[in-house]
């Protein structure tokens, strides 16, 4: 099974091909993975701010540019790039990141960037998309190059065993009347699946988080009044979107996510997991603490 | 950019008055009338890019792209209010003319380099403190190192970065590999030669060089 990242160097190599309004922006990392002798094919070199500047300058000029590297450098170091030469100047941009939340788990906080959806989700304008499976890397990629808009896809490690259409808010599982919703994000379905196992609970799955399907969720909810969010991401991400949905309904909230992106630990993305509530156990543990 | 000449460099005082409703212009205050007017009135052709990446203080911008019949003149007048579409940093999305939303410094170099990628000619203005942000050094870098000819800069240099450019600015940029010429920033025919000098090799800078 290929990664969700060599998915996307596959994907980014056909779209040069095949669609000259297709220009690549990075800054040495998948460069030597890419391997791309095409004449749109940029490498700025270790210089971010640059690579989204540039991507903004061709996107005045008609061109669709696909940017990429690891999360922190995509959009917290170029943060203010994000907001002004793409956001202020009215141009789109795709986003492709790696790393996620910590599958730079050894190399320590440089490399990790669990605040990403939160940030770029502060900023109008933005679809961002996570998918949880490789094959989910190619309809998300193929929306964003169809559109003009702009763009972050989140790609990591963990993967879901199948691949799921979450660009809606989709039920996949169903639980009684009064059960929690369960809202798995992206690659944080299995572990969700497996907690809810023996539980009554209905279990969501989402993959696109901006715009977030706040008719989705009202309509998975029904008569219910417990949501339970499972982001791969920073806790409380997108605590305000539920609140937003259920603005006129007295309901309670749960946001399991990363809850201290400063954990101080080296290791594996597992033990990171674990560390975080984020595996089964923990999600299950969390669970049965909100029902209780 | 179709033009339409309507007024003249003369005329550029008055309608910076329309902008400010201060009518004791100090002519030194708009360190970039004459660079913009230059490139207006006889630099830039219709399908080039300007960028103005110094969007701090664009009175001197307006009133040419006024005089140069791109922006309706009548718009000077309520500059900064709720109504008016022109404000103390420039809005691409806002105003007409405007190619660039600037206004925080050190962004326009790295857009012109993306623009000029593209084979498009691309003129972009910063200001000698404006260089002090690193993003610029970014594409100054790579612009070079790449020989990006189609990127034209210009810098004007009237000596507000505080702790300077020992060598000059253009120290730096020759370099990274681009050409450079300085100009008198008050002196049309020197500033329109400097622009002429691009050798359509390598990216081009001109200081302009003004007093305080």
């Known amino acids: 099974m290929s990664s969700m990242r060599q998915s996307f160097y596959r994907l980014a190599a056909d779209a040069l091909d095949d669609d000259e309004r297709v220009a690549m922006v990075f800054a040495e990392i998948g460069v030597s993975e890419m391997a791309s002798s095409h004449p749109r094919f940029y490498n700025v070199g270790i210089r971010e701010q640059l690579m989204v500047g540039v991507a903004a300058g061709l996107a005045l000029e008609g061109m669709r540019p696909v940017v990429h590297t690891y999360a922190p450098f995509l959009v917290e170091r170029p943060y203010e790039m994000l907001k002004l030469d793409l956001g202020h100047n009215d141009v789109g941009a795709v986003l492709v990141s790696i790393g996620g939340s910590f599958d730079a788990s050894a190399s320590g906080r440089t490399h990790q960037a669990p605040e990403d959806v939160a940030i770029v989700g502060a900023l109008p304008g933005w679809t961002i998309e996570v998918p949880g499976h490789a094959d989910e890397v190619e309809p998300a990629f193929r929306r964003a190059l169809v559109s003009d808009g702009r763009v972050y896809i989140r790609l990591e490690l963990g993967s879901n065993a199948e691949a799921h259409d979450g660009a809606r808010l989709s039920v996949l599982r169903r639980g009684s009347d009064a059960a929690p919703l369960v809202v798995a994000v992206g690659p944080m379905l299995d572990a969700t699946l497996a907690a809810t196992a023996e539980l009554d609970a209905t279990v969501a799955y989402l993959s696109t988080v901006r715009p977030f399907d706040r008719a989705g969720l009202r309509a998975a909810l029904g008569a219910g009044t417990d949501v339970v969010l499972v982001e791969p991401y920073l806790a409380g991400t997108s605590a305000a979107e539920v609140a937003r949905a259920l603005v006129d309904r007295p309901h309670r909230l749960f946001a399991l996510g990363v809850e201290n992106p400063e954990l101080r630990r080296y290791g594996t993305p597992d033990e990171h997991r674990a560390a975080q509530g984020l595996d089964a156990a923990g999600i299950r543990a969390s669970l049965l603490a909100f029902a209780a | ?212």
């Not at chain 2, 001197?60 to 009548?74: F, T």
């Not at chain 2, 806002?94 to 623009?115: D, F, N, W």
């Open chain 2, 1 to 212: 950019m179709a033009t339409m000449t309507t007024y003249t460099y003369d005329d550029l005082p008055a309608l910076m008055t329309r902008l400010t409703g201060d009518e004791k212009h100090d002519r030194s205050s708009a360190s970039t009338l004459d660079v913009l007017w230059v490139l207006y009135d006889r630099i830039l052709r219709d399908d080039d890019r300007f960028f103005l990446s110094k969007g701090h203080g664009p009175t001197a911008y307006y009133a040419v792209l006024a005089a140069k019949g791109l922006l309706d003149v009548d718009e000077l007048d309520g500059f900064g209010s709720w109504d008016s579409r022109l404000g103390y940093h420039p809005d691409r999305v806002l105003a007409p003319g405007v190619e660039l939303s600037s206004g925080s410094l050190g962004h326009g170099l790295a857009i012109a380099t993306g623009a000029a990628l593209t084979g498009r000619r691309v003129f972009s203005l910063v200001g000698d403190a404006e260089l002090d942000e690193g993003s610029n050094w970014e594409a100054v870098q790579w612009a070079g190192r790449i020989g990006l000819e189609t990127l034209n800069v210009v810098a004007v240099d009237n000596r507000s970065a505080t702790y300077g450019w020992p060598g000059g600015i253009e120290k730096r940029f020759e370099l990274e590999g681009w050409t450079a010429v300085r100009a008198d920033g008050r002196d049309h025919d020197e500033l329109e030669a400097a622009f002429r000098a691009a050798d359509g090799e390598h990216p081009h800078l001109v200081v302009a060089e003004v007093r305080r």
